[in-house]
Structures are given as structure tokens and as C-alpha cells.
């Protein structure tokens, strides 16, 4: 803090001294500019006038020594002088960004829901005072998003390690357990542990594609989009859910990894989120600049003011009849932080008959 302090006064001394070698040219141009017209008359006074302090044929006049002893004596002067107001103009500049710096201070320690609120003319000041508060709230923002995903991150977490020690407890609480129970019970205990390695694997997904990309590769989203729903048919399949395919090429450039991921959850999502008897359609291609990736299904129908709420973390559609709640919420929040890395664009529309379309355009590599 001591620093900060001898840094805005080096500030104010610095300003002071500039508005003082202003105000002492300043001085100093006009001394000269008033003196060198009087030594020139005096120079020029007439031979036959008989007084030498005189400069013109009337009056007394002040001779040309004592006008240059005068104006020395007056620079002199005009320094201190120069100094306290350049001291005083330079403090009342600096105020309000004294004041700014006081209050992002406090900000900064913690107190998120304060803002400068700087009021008067508008000015240079005014502005950067506006663009902290905007940033200011953005950040607030940001942390509250963070402890409400950590908190939601922790109860996810929480809830099969649970599950797991529970179902471990009462297999080994059974002393009549036979070999089928234990196996049972293993068999839970590994899908319980599945699904915590699935939601992890997504997490550390979410955090990579928050970080942005360190590469981008040309590759084209219909070959993206071909392996993820080869590798997905047999599922499908299970569910009763017709698959549609229109993959044309669609060249763009990304991270593969992140690109692969994004896919892969626009399709689990359909995939799961959907009807016996449905449908997925996936459709990828290029529109003059973009190109473009949609995944539209049939399901549940959507409320139109729901669906942004569905590309936060841990937002799922509410339970089924039979209480079941498929997925871990995380799969349309990667697709929304991978379409953020690119530099994407990302709509989503409720279908009327029901189900979500969604389209993601990239910027296409062979414009």
C-alpha cells in the first residue's frame, strides 16, 4: 500500500511539474514577447533626446535595465507560483481517480457488489468508471456461475460415492449374502462407478473446452459426424430411435478432440432424450462462409424460455414418470464452451411437435 501511495504522488509531482513548465513558458513568452518591442524603441530613441530613460519623446518611462531586472525579478517570482498551481490543478485531476482506485480496492478484497456509480459530466473519467462497473459485474458474474458449479459439481460427485457405500454396507452387512447377491452387488457397484468416471471424463471435457483451443486442425464435420454415429448405431438400435444421416462435406478448422466431443454429445443428447419410435437427424454442411452442423430430434416438448437454461452446467429436463434421470447434465454445456473456443455460433429452437434443433456454425476453412 506504501507503494501505491508514493506512486500516485509521483503521478501528481510529475503532472505538477509539467502544468508548471506550462505555466512558466508560458510567463516567459510573454516577458519576451513585451520586452524585445520595448528594447527595440529604446534602441531607436532619437539622438537629439537628452534622457536616457526615456523611450519615447513624452514622459519618464522605465529604462530598459530596469525593465530587464524587473522581468528577471518576475520569472523568479512565477516559479513558486507556477508550482502551487500546477500541484493544485494535477490534485484536482487525480481525485476521482483516487477515488476509483480506493473503491476497486475494496472491490477487489471481496465486496463483488459494490460499483463505483461515478457521477457529474461525462468524461474520460465517467467512461472508465462505467467500463470497470461493466467489468466489475461481469465478474461478479463469473464467480457466482463458479460456486454455483462447484456446489453442483460437489452434490454430483457426492451422490454416487453415496450410493456406492451404501450398497457395499448392506452386502456386507448380509451374513446370509450368497455368491449371486455379491455379485449383485458388484455389478451395481461398477455401474455407479461408471457413471462417476463418465462425469468426471465430462468435467475435465467442460474444463478444456472453458480454456480455449491451442490447436486448430482442417477437418471436415460430415467425417466428424460419421464416426460418432458409426460408433453409436447399436445403441440407437436399442432404444427404437431412427437414425437420418444428410452429411455433406463441411470443411472447417478446430481442435478434433473438442469438435468430436461436441458432436458426440449433440447426439447422445437426441439419442437420450427421445421417444420409442423417434427420431435423430443429423445434417451437416456449408452455407458461403460457414459451415454448419445440425442435430435435431424428436422428445418431450420444450418450453421456448427453458432451452437456454439447458446449455448450463447440471440443467436437465425434469424426470421422467418413472423417476429416472439419464445423463449427468453436462452434455449441452460442453457443446455450448466448445462452440465459445471456436469462435462458433450456436441456436437452438423448441420444436413445436416436440424436441430440440440445434445448429452450430463454424467458420468454414475454403471460404
Not at 210 to 228: K, P, T, W
Request: hydrophobic share 45%; with cysteine; aromatic share 4%.
Amino acid at each position: 500500500m506504501t507503494h501505491r501511495r508514493l506512486a500516485g504522488r509521483s503521478l501528481q509531482t510529475r503532472l505538477a511539474l509539467a502544468y508548471a513548465a506550462g505555466i512558466y513558458a508560458a510567463g516567459v513568452f510573454v516577458l519576451v514577447l513585451v520586452d524585445v518591442p520595448l528594447a527595440g524603441v529604446q534602441s531607436a530613441r532619437p539622438k537629439e533626446d537628452p534622457s536616457p530613460s526615456a523611450i519615447t519623446g513624452t514622459g519618464h518611462g522605465i529604462g530598459l535595465p530596469r525593465l530587464l531586472m524587473g522581468s528577471a525579478v518576475a520569472l523568479v517570482v512565477l516559479v513558486p507560483v507556477a508550482l502551487a498551481l500546477g500541484w493544485f490543478v494535477a490534485g484536482r485531476f487525480l481525485r476521482p481517480l483516487r477515488a476509483i482506485t480506493a473503491t476497486a480496492r475494496v472491490i477487489s478484497a471481496g465486496d463483488l457488489h459494490r460499483r463505483l456509480d461515478l457521477g457529474g459530466p461525462t468524461d474520460e473519467l465517467t467512461e472508465l468508471g462505467s467500463t470497470l462497473d461493466d467489468l466489475f459485474a461481469r465478474l461478479q458474474a463469473a464467480f457466482d456461475a463458479q460456486r454455483h458449479f462447484v456446489a453442483n459439481a460437489s452434490h454430483e460427485l457426492r451422490t454416487p460415492l453415496a450410493g456406492l457405500r451404501t450398497l457395499l454396507e448392506v452386502a456386507l452387512a448380509d451374513p446370509d449374502a450368497d455368491a449371486d447377491a455379491l455379485r449383485s452387488a458388484c455389478q451395481e457397484a461398477l455401474a455407479l462407478g461408471g457413471h462417476q468416471e463418465r462425469l468426471v471424463t465430462a468435467l475435465l471435457v467442460l474444463a478444456t473446452s472453458e480454456r480455449g483451443i491451442s490447436r486448430r486442425d482442417a477437418l471436415d464435420l460430415a467425417d466428424v459426424a460419421g464416426g460418432v454415429l458409426a460408433s453409436r448405431r447399436d445403441r440407437v438400435a436399442e432404444r427404437g430411435v431412427d437414425l437420418v444421416e444428410h452429411l455433406t462435406p463441411a470443411v472447417t478448422a478446430g481442435d478434433p478432440g473438442l469438435i468430436d466431443s461436441l458432436v458426440a454429445n449433440l447426439v447422445d443428447n437426441a439419442v437420450r432424450h427421445n421417444r420409442p419410435g423417434g427420431r435423430v437427424e443429423v445434417t451437416t454442411g456449408t452455407c458461403g462462409a460457414q459451415v454448419a452442423l445440425t442435430v435435431a430430434n424428436t422428445g418431450p416438448v420444450i418450453p421456448g424460455d427453458q432451452v437456454q437454461r439447458l446449455f448450463q452446467p447440471f440443467q436437465r429436463l425434469a424426470p421422467d414418470r418413472h423417476g429416472r434421470r439419464d445423463g449427468h447434465g453436462l452434455g449441452l454445456a460442453i457443446v455450448d464452451a466448445v462452440t465459445r473456443a471456436h469462435h462458433a455460433t450456436l441456436t437452438a429452437d423448441a420444436r413445436p411437435e416436440g424436441g430440440l434443433s440445434i445448429t452450430v456454425r463454424f467458420v468454414s476453412a475454403h471460404p
